[in-house]
């Protein structure tokens, strides 16, 4: 069993930043893979970004890429994603979730553990 929860939501203005964190407990969070995805009402999960046990290896959503980017302390048991450059579009929900898949790690039904969620709203 893996407990997520996720803080750093806010409103923030279009251009600005936030800093998401996702705190982990239960089973050893160095053994998995990590990722963070987005939900707006009406609509599926989407992928933003993944990181690997190491913290060795990233992937984004191109529509996140370059500005976006997420890092791992497993030390101290925490999945972390930077957001720049925000835009209105990135208004949503935003889950950490783990994986122990080796692959699809871009597809939300890949991933066994999740958090309760933290809302991001960009103004524009």
């Known amino acids: 069993q893996v407990q997520l929860v996720e803080s750093g939501g806010g409103l923030v203005q279009a251009g600005g930043s936030l800093r998401l964190s996702c705190a982990a407990s239960?089973?050893?969070?160095?053994?998995?893979?990590m990722g963070w995805f987005r939900q707006v009402p009406g609509a599926e999960r989407e992928f933003v970004a993944t990181?690997?046990?190491?913290?060795?290896?990233?992937a984004y959503a191109d529509s996140v890429k370059g500005r976006f980017t997420i890092s791992r302390d497993n030390a101290k048991n925490t999945v972390f994603l930077q957001m720049n450059s925000l835009k209105p579009e990135d208004t949503a929900v935003y889950y950490c979730?783990?994986?122990?898949?080796?692959?699809?790690?871009?597809?939300?039904?890949?991933?066994?553990?999740w958090g309760q969620g933290t809302q991001v709203t960009v103004s524009s």
């Open positions: 979730a783990s994986t122990s898949a080796a692959r699809h790690r871009d597809q939300y039904q890949y991933y066994d553990y």
């Open positions: 239960g089973r050893t969070f160095s053994s998995f893979a």
């Open positions: 990181i690997t046990w190491s913290g060795g290896i990233t």
